[in-house]
Structure formats: structure tokens, C-alpha cells
């Protein structure tokens, strides 16, 4: 999950009462056959994705991931005095697969237990 919020959005949040410092929740919410993207300031409980944009952390809860894992949602203002949101897949990272992976340890297929654990128990 990626979130990302940009500077305009943050300057009208601030510009509507967010103070600088604040911390503001973002959550999904399901509405017919779409999706609308909230926002209120207040102190997380369990956040899973933060990023910092003006001076504000915005943050996602653990009970909000089913809607944002494996997505990227921009946050932006685009002057019709309302946020706009955009939803992505999430982009994948580049990886570099000319670096040779560690081996995984056989495991037992009966137990699941891999072969070096169970020879401490013998």
C-alpha cells in the first residue's frame, strides 16, 4: 500500500483548520458499487501506512488495509474546494534478480518443519 498526498492538498487541509502537527486519518468507505475516500484529524490507533506531506501526517489504520493494500491512492486538490483521490495499483519495485537468493531450508512436507529444526529434537 502506498499513499501519497500532495502539497496542495496538504495547504487547503491547512487552509480548512488542519493545523501543522496534526495527524489526519484516511479511510475507505463503501457506498453502492463505489468507494469513497475520508479524512478527519484525530490520533491514530493502529496505523499501518504513514507519509508526511506540509507539516501533516496522514496515516492509514490497521482495520483500514482491506481497501488500501496493494494500492497507491494520491491525494490531491485540484481548486473544485474538494479533494480529489486517485486509485492504483500499487507500482512494483524494480528488483535486481541477477543477485543470487539465499536457498530456503527443506522442510518436512508431513509437518512443515524444516530440516534443521528438527534436528535439535533428535
Do not use: H
Not at 457506498?31 to 469513497?36: D, K, P, Y
Amino acid at each position: 500500500m502506498k499513499l501519497v498526498v500532495t502539497e496542495r492538498a496538504s495547504d487547503w487541509l491547512q487552509q480548512r483548520g488542519i493545523a501543522r502537527g496534526s495527524q489526519v486519518a484516511v479511510w475507505a468507505e463503501k457506498q453502492g458499487n463505489q468507494v469513497r475516500i475520508n479524512y478527519q484529524a484525530k490520533q491514530p490507533d493502529q496505523a499501518v501506512a504513514t507519509v508526511s506531506q506540509g507539516g501533516v501526517d496522514f496515516y492509514v489504520e490497521f482495520a483500514e488495509e482491506w481497501f488500501f493494500s496493494g494500492k497507491q491512492v494520491t491525494i490531491d486538490y485540484r481548486g473544485d474546494d474538494r479533494l480529489a483521490y486517485e486509485i492504483a495499483a500499487e507500482p512494483v519495485p524494480n528488483v535486481d534478480t541477477t543477485k543470487q537468493q539465499p536457498t530456503p531450508a527443506s522442510a518436512d512436507a508431513s509437518t512443515a518443519a524444516s530440516r534443521k529444526y528438527e534436528e535439535y529434537w533428535e
